[in-house]
């Protein structure tokens, strides 16, 4: 069993920063490919942005050069830089990773965290 654990959500005013992290922990696994969606109220949960076990990202027109994934292979740790955060941006964040175990792969999600972006 693999769990994901989100940090770094919060209260930001527009045009500020916030980093995510979302750390991977179990026994015997490894990650394939990590992502971030969001859900703001009252819309459909949206992909933000993944990155693959070679590290090729792709990002939604959204928040295409705003905010940037990376990862640390060592620490099976996934970040989400936001940077020039708009309104629009307000929403549950929440990370996904298919991840490979004993079992094969299967996909695991965080239990997201909140990002509000108001004066």
């Known amino acids: 069993q693999v769990t994901l654990v989100e940090s770094g959500g919060g209260l930001v005013q527009p045009g500020g920063s916030l980093r995510l992290s979302c750390a991977a922990s179990?026994?015997?696994?490894?990650?394939?490919?990590m992502a971030w969606y969001r859900q703001a109220p009252g819309k459909q949960r949206e992909l933000v942005t993944f990155?693959?076990?070679?590290?090729?990202?792709n990002y939604a027109g959204s928040v295409k050069g705003r905010f940037t994934i990376s990862r640390d292979n060592g620490l099976n740790t996934v970040y989400l830089q936001m940077n020039s955060l708009k309104p629009e941006d307000t929403a549950v964040y929440s990370c996904?990773?298919?991840?490979?175990?004993?079992?094969?792969?299967?996909?695991?999600w965080g239990q997201g965290t909140q990002v509000t972006v108001s004066s």
């Open positions: 179990g026994r015997d696994f490894s990650i394939n490919v």
């Open positions: 990155i693959t076990s070679g590290g090729s990202t």
């Open positions: 996904y990773g298919n991840i490979r175990t004993s079992a094969g792969f299967s996909g695991y």
